[in-house]
């Protein structure tokens, strides 16, 4: 009885874990449901995931940027830009955000270099 009952939790435990989503994924899934509030709520979340992916950080700022908050969308296309220098798609998403800003001579700037 000892060994079922270990190789169900054990089950129990991979079934969890091969099926779970990353908070990047949930994410998503409140993107497209168009729930921009609960998808911020995950943010913080898959920052532990993964700072380091560029694309995951346009993503986070792109949601920002959707919401109107464009502070918020700035601080993660800046940080985008640091980890993957000089991408064209980045630095559109940049200049257009200092646009927003009011900031338009370095919109005019950085949309020059994309």
Do not use: C, H, W
Not at 28 to 34: P, Q, S, V, W
Not at 51 to 62: H, M, P, S, T
């Amino acid at each position: 009885m000892k060994r079922a009952t270990k190789i169900l939790l054990l089950l129990a435990v991979f079934y969890s874990v091969a099926f779970s989503q990353s908070a990047t994924d949930k994410i998503r899934t409140f993107i497209n449901e168009k729930d921009y509030e609960s998808a911020v709520k995950l943010i913080p979340e898959a920052e532990k995931e993964n700072l380091e992916d560029a694309k995951n950080l346009v993503f986070f700022g792109d949601i920002y940027f959707e919401m109107d908050r464009f502070s918020d969308a700035l601080k993660y296309y800046e940080l985008a830009n640091k980890a993957d220098r000089r991408q064209p798609y980045i630095l559109r998403k940049l200049g257009r955000t200092y646009a927003q800003l009011g900031n338009i001579e370095l919109s005019l700037e950085t949309l020059n270099d994309a």
